[in-house]
């Protein structure tokens, strides 16, 4: 089945600068590439998704690449602030199973 | 994910009990999914479901027992036979074509008595 690994586990950077979260996939049948922020004893929500046919989406200080190719997949975070601090998950899908990374804590220092 | 809903928000639950919690979502979603999540911990998939009536075995599916008797509804139980059970439990749903987005309930946590 398919395996998805995430990294960093961990991720601590400045306010204002940016976060990279990276993620690989093993299986090419995978096509579409959510991510998630969770905050705390929270639910996990949806903060960008991207298709297997776009390789770029930007949505304001968010974005996520695809490289098919190499089947790995970004999270870029820009201007960071403190409400950025969350967990951040990536997860790949095949149909309607949901492969998850195991997450990035990430602190934003102000 | 405003119309997922899941309860009760805090659960505990006696040596031998089983107990049930429950999911609920009015978005028309044909699939369900229940991951259970530790601390510090990524999401493993318990059981998931693409119509009524019909579900299969997440990873980790052992002292776990789900139905699907309505579109709306995926309760989960947790059986006396689940010998550690204590984490967060999150109900999410579907749709099975199209953008295939999973949105996720509020989590119900689950402690052992």
């Known amino acids: 089945g398919e395996n998805v690994e995430q990294h960093p586990s961990t991720l601590s950077v400045q306010e204002g600068d940016s976060a990279v979260i990276k993620c690989t996939y093993s299986?090419?049948?995978?096509?579409?590439f959510p991510w998630y922020k969770q905050e705390l004893g929270k639910r996990p929500q949806l903060i960008i998704d991207?298709?297997?046919?776009?390789g770029e989406k930007k949505d304001q200080r968010i974005a996520v690449t695809l490289n098919k190719t190499a089947k790995h997949f970004s999270l870029h975070i820009t201007e960071t602030q403190p409400e950025d601090s969350a967990v951040y998950f990536c997860?790949?899908?095949?149909?309607?199973?949901?492969?998850f990374g195991t997450g990035t804590s990430l602190t934003v220092i102000p | 994910d405003g119309g997922i809903t899941q309860s009760p928000k805090y659960l505990f639950r006696k040596e031998g009990q089983n107990v049930t919690l429950s999911c609920e979502q009015n978005l028309n979603h044909d699939a369900m999914y229940w991951y259970r999540q530790d601390p510090g911990q990524g999401l493993r998939l318990i059981y998931y479901s693409q119509i009524v009536n019909d579900f299969q075995k997440g990873d980790i599916a052992e002292g776990y027992s789900v139905s699907r008797e309505k579109k709306e509804s995926f309760p989960l139980t947790v059986t006396s036979a689940q010998k550690n059970p204590t984490a967060f439990y999150l109900c999410a749903s579907s749709k099975t074509s199209g953008v295939l987005a999973q949105y996720f309930g509020p989590g119900t946590r689950l402690l052992v008595l």
């Open positions: 299986d090419s049948a995978s096509n579409y």
């Open positions: 997860a790949a899908s095949i149909g309607v199973q949901f492969y």
């Open positions: 991207i298709r297997s046919n776009v």
